[in-house]
């Protein structure tokens, strides 16, 4: 009888694709990390309805949740290079296009996907903070940095801490399409290896075992991170002399 399935060379696998982990783990938390950071300010902006930006904002967050991640690293590795070659003829820089990496790319795609998507819990958790706290923030003469930074990015932080959670393993998961840039991540290794061995779904399995058990460690990271800082968001509510209602 042939050998359909060789359990031990899945786990004989595991090994060879943590080697490329670094690679998913870094563009899953620079993307990360950018995202949040440019979906703030798309909130923000839509918060405030900023002229011309808020207009601006509404069409690239409708563009990028209306086509998919796949086709968004495609116009990435393909287009940017094709701007800079058009900016280069016309300005004649003699900038080598060549010379960026790939992984420049994938990141610059995952970083706008996350943030368009982010954008709009982000301003709901910002809008969730209580208008009591802000406008007695502004009363004692704060600025409205001031108040973001000390009052509105805390508790909105809390109430958007489990939208995180799923944002950021929806990201990792999606940074498997690296390979369409050239960028080897566990996904590409993976399809590397079975190509050797012709053995693609133990391969696969090792990989769905990786991906699986890094869900598992970002959700239990999560449920911690989020127990803490309720507990200490009430300790700090109490010291106030606030009554927390259970």
Not at 80 to 108: A, D, Q
Not at 116 to 121: D, G, H, P, R
Not at 130 to 155: F, N
């Amino acid at each position: 009888m042939p050998n359909i399935f060789d359990v031990e060379l899945v786990f004989t696998l595991i090994p060879k694709l943590l080697v490329y982990l670094p690679v998913t783990l870094q563009l899953t938390a620079v993307s990360m990390l950018a995202g949040l950071l440019l979906g703030l300010l798309l909130a923000l902006i839509k918060m405030k309805k900023i002229p011309v930006l808020y207009q601006l904002s509404a069409v690239f967050i409708s563009f990028i949740r209306g086509t998919p991640i796949l086709v968004q690293l495609y116009l990435s590795y393909a287009g940017i290079p094709l701007i800079l070659k058009y900016y280069n003829y016309y300005h004649e820089t003699g900038y080598n296009v060549n010379s960026i990496p790939s992984i420049f790319y994938v990141l610059l795609a995952l970083s706008l996907n996350e943030a368009a998507y982010s954008s709009e819990f982000i301003r709901a958790a910002l809008q969730s903070v209580d208008k009591g706290q802000i406008e007695a923030a502004h009363s004692l003469g704060m600025t409205y940095p001031q108040v973001l930074r000390r009052i509105i990015l805390p508790e909105a932080f809390i109430v958007a801490l489990p939208m995180l959670g799923n944002a950021l393993i929806g990201l990792m998961k999606g940074t498997s399409l690296a390979f369409v840039c050239s960028v080897v991540e566990i996904t590409a290794q993976s399809r590397i290896l079975a190509g050797n061995n012709l053995r693609f779904f133990e391969s696969y399995c090792s990989l769905a075992l990786i991906y699986w058990g890094l869900t598992i460690i970002i959700e239990q990271a999560i449920a911690l991170l989020e127990k803490r800082l309720d507990i200490d968001f009430k300790s700090l509510r109490k010291r106030k002399g606030d009554v927390i209602l259970d």
